[in-house]
């Protein structure tokens, strides 16, 4: 039983255009949501959070989405550049429990 | 050292063999965690520590499976009587504290991995 979800293993996207990956949960308890970056060989690295009591939360070219009358967050990336090809995972956490982590979406920069 | 080290980066044994994977965390985060990516699938949570509290194992998968933390520091994942379906990568990652994770805190920051596979 997958309680977070990413159901597009893989995405291709023109280097300057914009980049959405999308993510579903099932648990309505969970209240962080958190997207990392994994390059191959290396551990996944942080790339942006957000509470459940915010929908929106923006650091430079990354943009999270939360909407949790629909159970899905989605991370834009604008514009996307050739560095960003990598695989993005989202997670998810419910208080102090361990996070959950979706199956990841493969992300392609075509320059 | 700046960052999380796991070791050995590659570990290949038979089937039936008892294996050890090894995590230093980051100097100064109480919370580590342990995790293991089977192909194609997502980051499967095994074990985590907190402080001196009590390790969750609630994602541990079987008794074969055990993990120990010493000093508060380094910890060592165990693995008995391995099998092939313990084929996977393994990842470890600390934070400053277990809790709700926001930007700068209670981040978990991962290890590049111990890609085990078993023969």
């Known amino acids: 039983d997958q309680q977070v979800k990413q159901n597009s293993p893989s995405l291709s996207v023109q280097e300057g255009r914009i980049s959405i990956l999308n993510c579903d949960y099932t648990?309505?308890?969970?209240?962080?949501f958190l997207w990392y970056k994994k390059y191959p060989a290396e551990g996944p690295t942080f790339l942006i959070s957000i509470s459940s009591i915010k929908d929106k939360n923006e650091d430079g070219r990354f943009t999270v989405f939360l909407n949790k009358s629909a159970k899905h967050l989605s991370l834009h990336i604008v514009p996307s550049q050739p560095g960003d090809s990598a695989v993005y995972f989202c997670a998810a956490s419910e208080g102090n429990t361990p996070l959950v982590f979706g199956k990841g979406t493969r992300l392609s920069v075509i320059a | 050292g700046a960052g999380v080290s796991q070791s050995p980066s590659n570990k290949v044994t038979e089937k039936g063999k008892d294996v050890e994977l090894r995590c230093d965390p980051i100097s100064g985060h109480t919370a580590l965690y342990w995790y293991r990516q089977s192909l194609g699938q997502g980051l499967e949570f095994l074990i985590y520590f907190q402080g001196n509290s009590a390790p969750d194992k609630s994602g541990l998968p079987s008794d074969r499976f055990s993990a120990e933390r010493t000093g508060g520091s380094v910890s060592t994942l165990t693995i008995q009587r391995t099998q092939q379906e313990d084929s996977a990568v393994y990842l470890c990652?600390?934070?400053?504290?277990?809790?709700?994770?926001?930007?700068?805190?209670?981040?978990?920051?991962f290890g590049a991995g111990t890609r085990l596979s078993v023969l």
């Open positions: 648990n309505s308890m969970f209240d962080y």
């Open positions: 990652a600390s934070s400053s504290a277990a809790g709700p994770p926001t930007k700068g805190k209670n981040i978990q920051y």
